[in-house]
């Protein structure tokens, strides 16, 4: 694989965010920054540089007749605090087999981290197929190499031993931080209450799912004959005698596969983003551009 140039998106957390980390999010905090958050005294918040001598005025004038003593009044700001960006990367086997690569995985981390990085936060990554994989996993970091070291990461992970992405489960309880934005990049080929049960235990987390769909039943023929199918978590090989009724059933059972996930991402209030191909830096940016419209 070649070296993967650098890709930068923007974002931006949709709540305000409660911790003393500095960073690029509006925060709950006092501290450095830039939202007004009202006058505090001297005496208790003893920072010169943000004196305001026409409030103090103003407030001793209107203080005076009432006999009080002198005040002098300085700004207090809200401060901008960070949070962690975690990819939960889907490794099955529908993932390798499919349109979707490693490779194109691995684009979307370095990504991802690169962004979070410059951004100020914190990135984590957590990679699962039929169980957590533990060697595709990062912890939270602002390391800068990290963007190059997920992405080998993901590229060099061993195929994987068992049908299935019920690892996913078991990866979201790596998420420990008080505000994250959880990427969840997978084709979403698996039970729907397996995705309905992760985003239950994501509920009070921001959740972008990145799915990425199949369009294997378009590649079949057209006219009637044999040809060779593959499952793609099993890997199991079958020899179908393709109808027009066959590919049109199989088509019917995608789309209502996909109906009934983008019905699962509605009952939680989460967006999904549908993709084709590579993950695009302005995909992503429209993405969180219209969340901060909504």
Known sequence: MKPIQPQEF????????????????????????????????????????????????????????????????????????????????DLSRSMSVSSVSNERVARLAHMIAHSSIRFGDRFAMAGFDAIWRKDVSVMPTRQRSMPAVAAEKIINATPPTAPGAEGLFDAADLISSKRAIVFLASDFCCDIDLVDRTLRKLAHYTVVPIVWQHDEVDHLPSHAGWTETRDSETGKRHSVWIRPGIKKRWQQQLDDHFEKLTACFMRYRVKPLFVSGEVTPQQLTQYFSAMKKS
Do not use: C, M
């Open 10 to 89: 923007s974002y931006r957390f949709p709540d305000k965010v409660f911790g003393h980390v500095p960073g690029a999010h509006s925060g709950t905090a006092l501290g450095s920054g830039d939202r007004f958050a009202g006058f505090a005294d001297l005496f208790d918040y003893p920072d010169p540089r943000r004196l305001d001598v026409r409030a103090s005025l103003r407030t001793n004038i209107a203080d005076s007749a009432l006999g009080n003593q002198e005040r002098w009044l300085v700004r207090r700001y809200q401060q901008r605090s960070s949070i962690t960006l975690w990819l939960l990367s």
